[in-house]
């Protein structure tokens, strides 16, 4: 049975949104491997449609080592307002209920199924009890603004399932639903 794993940079503060502007101070190696080994355990991408429009607008021309990789995938893209997800490679609105669709499609042939940023959906995939694994790439800053994975006054129960430090001080956590 295939897993939905999803995988997000998160500061100290819960912030998910634009890790592009605080992330990458903490990359190197370790979180390059831990980011890769995700990678590597799925073949198929999930995405929302904010995370997907930023992709589509970026990968399809780059020249970036990734790039290959990002466009060959499949994607399933998540949306109640696109119509079509035609203008990037290898991608496919999901159609219907998305639960029911995603709780099949775990039933199918495959590696995992990786959910790329997209806190939107994994906060729906949470509720849902569809989400299998959380990898959250923890940095050492609060950034003070933006969007947080979770919201104010919800709980969301977790059991810890490893936490290794990496030596920028990001800490690589994976939980499960309880």
Do not use: C
């Not at 959250?136 to 933006?146: K, T």
């Amino acid at each position: 049975m295939r897993k939905i794993v999803a995988g997000l940079f998160i500061s100290l503060d819960g912030v998910t949104q634009a890790p592009d502007t605080w992330h990458f101070p903490y990359f190197n190696d370790e979180m390059g491997a831990a980011v890769g080994a995700l990678s590597a355990s799925a073949d198929t991408m999930l995405l929302g449609r904010r995370t997907f429009e930023e992709f589509a607008s970026y990968w399809p021309s780059s020249t970036d080592e990734m790039a290959a990789q990002m466009n060959n995938t499949p994607k399933l893209v998540v949306s109640t307002t696109l119509d079509s997800v035609d203008h990037w490679q290898n991608s496919t609105l999901v159609e219907g209920d998305p639960l029911e669709s995603l709780t099949a499609l775990k039933d199918s042939p495959g590696k995992d199924i990786s959910v790329v940023g997209s806190s939107t959906l994994v906060r729906s995939l949470l509720r849902a009890k569809v989400l299998d694994e959380l990898h959250l790439l923890v940095h050492p800053i609060a950034v003070g603004h933006g969007a947080r994975l979770f919201d104010e006054g919800e709980t969301v129960p977790l059991e810890l399932v490893s936490a290794t430090t990496f030596s920028t001080g990001v800490l690589h956590t994976v939980y499960r639903p309880v």
